[in-house]
């Protein structure tokens, strides 16, 4: 529907349908109920020209809810949780992404192509495939805790990420967070300059050429085989 330019759901609503306002290109803002727990599956995707969303316990975000809503700008999001396969995909004017540091689950995609500056994770139990793939304008990642189910190259393409720090142990190489094989991390486009890990592993760093600075904030007894195989810059 083309001709709706605002929806404002009542607090007597609790729920809404999938798609409900996909494609609804010249939709500008919508005032939720304080009902709704959910936006579901391609709620306003592709609503191009939407700004503003107001909404103020929503926990869940289902698969391509925002999906290239590429003028969002700002959704008041305090109490979300959980952000499925592409919730946010495209959203390229996003202004404050604050509330990412409390979700404990991102699907593959959530955040791909956004302009996120720095990074937090606080409680993350899952981390999606290419989550955060081509933020370009990503320079810190924070991960405060050990997240047990990571996909293929969360942070795929995010050539500019300068610092990286992981507070808890880790079961992965840092290199599958960023590149899908050696040859693309060689090309020379990553900037990953400077590390901090609590604890080490066997080729944690293996193969990152562009690290310059590393530190361990836990005590180490011995260093693991291969950790810091071909850091030549280092």
Request: proline share 3%; glycine share 4%; hydrophobic share 40%.
């Amino acid at each position: 529907n083309k001709r709706i330019k605002m929806v404002i759901i009542p607090d007597s609503v609790h729920t809404i349908e999938e798609g409900a306002f996909e494609g609804c290109e010249n939709l500008n803002l919508a005032d939720l109920s304080k009902q709704i727990k959910t936006i579901p599956n391609k709620c306003f995707s592709r609503c191009k020209r939407l700004k503003y969303i107001i909404g103020e316990n929503i926990v869940e975000i289902g698969e391509e809810a925002f999906n290239l809503c590429v003028s969002l700008t700002e959704i008041n999001l305090d109490y979300l949780t959980i952000a499925h396969n592409k919730a946010f995909y495209g959203c390229q004017n996003l202004k404050n992404f604050d509330f990412v540091s409390n979700l404990s689950y991102i699907g593959d995609y959530a955040f791909s192509n956004c302009k996120i500056n720095s990074l937090f994770l606080n409680d993350c139990d899952y981390l999606g495939t290419n989550a955060f793939a081509s933020c370009l304008e990503l320079s810190e990642v924070i991960i405060n805790n050990d997240i047990e189910n990571v996909g293929e190259t969360p942070f795929y393409c995010c050539s500019n990420i300068l610092h990286m720090e992981i507070r808890d142990s880790i079961s992965f190489r840092l290199f599958d967070l960023l590149a899908t094989n050696m040859g693309e991390f060689d090309s020379g486009d990553y900037k990953l300059s400077s590390v901090k890990l609590a604890t080490l592993s066997p080729f944690i760093c293996w193969n990152m050429k562009s690290l310059k600075n590393i530190e361990v904030t836990r005590p180490v007894n011995t260093i693991p085989n291969n950790a810091f195989q071909n850091c030549e810059n280092l």
